[in-house]
């Protein structure tokens, strides 16, 4: 018997139904939101618990069979393709929370809580979780991408908001990172270690975030300007003024015809930044009356305001269903999508080149950002099997990249690495790789966490 | 020749007149602002350039001798002390500010520059850092013990504010880690990994951190409060309410005792909240307005207001101060500092715990707080050189440190490690102590930065 199959029979002879070899299942999970091949893993082992998970870890250590963490399946970078086939350890059904500490602000859940999950348990506190990345993805695998999203300019990142984890070691040891206090200085952040470390380092199994007070008063807005320059430096001057935006989004013209075509939004088509604050209602006035000043100087008009949940949410809905929104401008295709993030006083300068770049091709392209953040994706509209199309997105998308870098940006804001951006890390972060890889070789001896992404880079 | 004198002849060299044997100088590096004994380096290195660093490394790398970076020496827990002696490595020239970006709010500086010296600086662009220890610290001291401070309630510590860095590896090698972007999803967080490392992972050379808007309106409060137990609970329901205060400062009435004596400030004799807020005139009003009333159902009264920058500088530093405030009120005392953090739910019982175990002892005790994070200090007021004096200061802090980690808490805050809190750490980290020790091992594999410390706990 190979190795797998070793570590399989012992597997089987433990887990029983909840191991699978069936094809539809590995198909299931040899695949994501990204446009990466399909890998299919040798298994697939559904997790209850955090004894469970030991189990697959240890006994894949034994065997040096590769394990890859599986949820939701929502990455958009390939994070939970296994690349090397072995296990893929599906966690969705740890999905218990197991603790919400209302007084101290924060919910300890298991790993495959899914955000939705978790603020519909919590809405009776007066609490939600913000962190909003679009798909309803799990708190596992929104720590390990170091996820974010429109509410990030406001609420931060999964960086700002994970407070503690457990986490399986490559070895099969549990260990707790953290602890739920606002601030400590005890040993080595192995929390910001794991969080963003695609399952490279470990297997998360719980996680301890922050909570955040409901807002009083939630105000959104809508602005269109007469250039995408202007719209963008409205941002970067409404940033710049301190004032603590909740969202602020952009969408270029295609995006809007996008969003108008799959949601019947009416919008008028040209740069439009959606905006929302949060706070009591005075100061939500006083915030929207200044940003609404520095928007007109920057050529915006228009300003529609609303505080009515149904009317927020159909904005916002139209922002998240934006990736398959841009399917109805051209039946049959794909969105080749693109994240990066720059500082913002190069975020006019790196739209506006993206916009030019997109402009020069024959492809349609569509631009939105969580602009507030410096964080924006072009979304380039292609049949992936016309090679020619896909050959195109591509070298648009590494032209983006390569500019973003020359920038002092980052390849990726929040999707992460996954498999094919890896080429990009040393671009980056130079010599810091050596410093990535070490860490992995030291906590992964055995190579089999995740392997071939993260911390294992040329 | 031994190793180290291999390497002071090879440095020295080099350096000539920047590397000191002298007496007085290796003294001035053996000490700190901790209560642990004095040990002395066998020579110090003033370095003025990374790459003197660089050189400094490399060369004790090669002949297996210690460095211990210094700059400030205002550690309160023994960081900079050189236990193994060898190189003290000293960066308090390297205090050159390579670049303010305004537009983005941040700022580049060498390890040696100072968090006054960086206000005074940037005062002009309208922008601060906000970060107030207390000492005037070095940016790479600070970044390295994960320093915070008053402030920290509403702009975070350096967890949150750095940015990016640039380190010296153990090995000689110059890495930069992370960019100056408000996001990222690239590669492990090694900036984190290296903000509260204590020097043991490589030498900090330059610190990215964010600057903040210089508030509009800062206005300052002083509340008394009938009981401690009533202060505590006032701060905890000011932070459940979602109040962004600045500050919220907590003073026992032995530090008001100090305070009135060392700083004249005339206060009343009673628990007290020393409390900040920052923002336009409208909203300082409306928190301010909020803080009064939740104040008043805990039995706050004399709420004394200023938006005087006079009178609140008078405030600050005397609660700046209070740690030499206590001399005055036993001369020839020092004060026996402790730090630790609890979950907000857990403060008012940490408290009163502390306070009825100072009151039960023979020692005088003050109690202070950065209690909007959790965060506490008892200052045991002793005469080192009388044992007895110092057994039971330090018997107090050890109930103090294995209540706060019963509790869910942190045994330091904001000081870091050190040297006498090492004993701590497994029982706060538990196996996730081997992950540590595993990621020194893997960074440091001759073991010579700031040797004995974090990184090698048994």
């Known amino acids: 018997m190979s190795n797998v199959e070793q570590a399989i029979s012992e597997l089987k002879a433990h887990f029983g139904e909840r191991l699978s070899t069936a094809e539809a299942v590995r198909e299931h999970h040899g695949r994501d939101m990204s446009r990466q091949p399909v890998r299919l893993p040798d298994a697939v082992v559904f997790a209850e618990s955090e004894e469970d998970v030991q189990r697959v870890v240890a006994t894949c250590y034994t065997h040096s069979v590769p394990v890859t963490p599986f949820a939701a399946g929502s990455s958009m970078e390939g994070h939970t393709i296994p690349l090397k086939a072995g296990i893929s350890l599906d966690l969705s059904r740890m999905n218990r929370i197991i603790a919400v500490n209302a007084e101290d602000g924060d919910v300890v859940v298991e790993a495959g809580v899914t955000r939705k999950q978790l603020n519909a348990y919590v809405r009776d506190t007066g609490l939600f979780f913000p962190i909003d990345p679009g798909a309803d993805a799990t708190l596992g695998g929104m720590a390990s991408t170091r996820a974010s999203g429109t509410t990030a300019v406001r609420y931060g990142t999964m960086r700002e908001n994970v407070l503690a984890l457990r986490v399986v070691t490559p070895t099969g040891k549990i260990i707790t990172t953290g602890r739920r206090v606002k601030k400590s200085s005890t040993g080595y952040d192995l929390t910001k270690l794991f969080v963003g470390a695609e399952g490279t380092l470990g297997v998360i199994t719980e996680v301890t975030v922050r909570l955040h007070p409901i807002p009083e008063v939630i105000a959104s807005a809508i602005c269109t300007f007469e250039t995408m320059r202007g719209a963008v430096e409205a941002v970067v001057a409404t940033i710049q003024s301190g004032i603590p935006v909740a969202r602020i989004e952009f969408l270029d013209e295609v995006a809007i015809d996008a969003a108008n075509a799959h949601s019947k939004l009416g919008l008028k088509r040209a740069p439009t930044l959606f ?13 929207s009356e200044t940003a ?42 794909k969105t080749y999508t693109t994240d990066c993030c720059v500082p913002i006083s190069r975020l006019a300068d790196a739209v506006m080149a993206a916009r030019e770049d997109a402009d020069a091709s024959s492809l349609t392209a569509k631009i939105i950002g969580h602009v507030g953040d410096g964080n924006f994706h072009v979304g380039y509209l292609i049949k992936p099997e016309i090679p020619e199309e ?69």
């Not at 905006?275 to 915030?287: D, P």
């Not at 139209?318 to 049959?332: K, M, Y």
């Not at 973003?404 to 671009?427: P, Q």
């Open 275 to 287: 905006l929302e604050f949060h706070g009591s209602q005075r100061w939500v006035e006083e915030q």
């Open 292 to 333: 609404a000043a520095i928007a007109q100087e920057y050529g915006g008009s228009g300003f529609e305001w609303s505080t009515r949940p149904e009317e927020r949410d159909r904005i916002w809905q139209a922002r998240h269903e934006s990736i398959f929104a841009n399917q109805t401008l051209r039946p049959g295709c």
């Open 390 to 458: 896909l050959a195109e997105a591509e070298r648009l998308a590494h032209r983006l990249y390569e500019r973003t870098i020359a920038m002092g940006g980052t390849f990726s804001g929040e999707h992460g690495i996954g498999i094919s951006k890896l080429d990009y890390l040393r671009k980056e972060h130079g010599d810091a790789v050596d410093v990535m890889n070490a860490i992995k070789a030291a906590l992964d001896p055995a190579g089999i966490m995740n392997p071939g992404k993260l911390g294992q880079v040329a």
